[in-house]
């Protein structure tokens, strides 16, 4: 009889942690469904800007672009259609130029 309370025992302190298990795995979901809702909407166009005040920027890119770098400034259509005019640089990787329709 000692030995099927022993097992008892076992299972219930078995059945808390894989309660608490699923209490923190939900917890975790709840807080990166908060956070994706949180995240700001992605720029349609980005300017990539220099090192150094004054400095000129560097790129211009589509906002979905994994090759924006650190140094970021979020435009407008107009602005990033000014700044291709202007003779700073399309992304070679999205190539905004071609999505804005300047060849």
């Known amino acids: 009889?000692?030995?099927?309370?022993?097992?008892?025992?076992?299972?219930?302190?078995?059945?808390?942690?894989?309660?608490h298990w699923i209490a923190d795995e939900e917890r975790r979901e709840a807080e990166r469904a908060q956070g994706e809702r949180a995240r700001p909407p992605q720029p349609d166009w980005v300017l990539e800007l220099g090192i150094g005040v004054g400095s000129r920027p560097v790129e211009v890119h589509a906002g979905h672009c994994y090759a924006i770098g650190?140094?970021?400034?979020?435009?407008?259509?107009?602005?990033?259609?000014?700044?291709?005019?202007?003779?700073?640089?399309?992304?070679?990787?999205?190539?905004?130029?071609?999505?804005l329709g300047i060849l």
């Open 1 to 19: 009889m000692d030995k099927l309370r022993f097992l008892q025992r076992v299972q219930e302190q078995q059945l808390e942690v894989t309660r």
């Open 70 to 99: 650190r140094r970021r400034k979020t435009i407008t259509r107009e602005q990033a259609v000014g700044a291709l005019s202007e003779g700073v640089q399309a992304c070679t990787h999205c190539r905004p130029d071609t999505e």
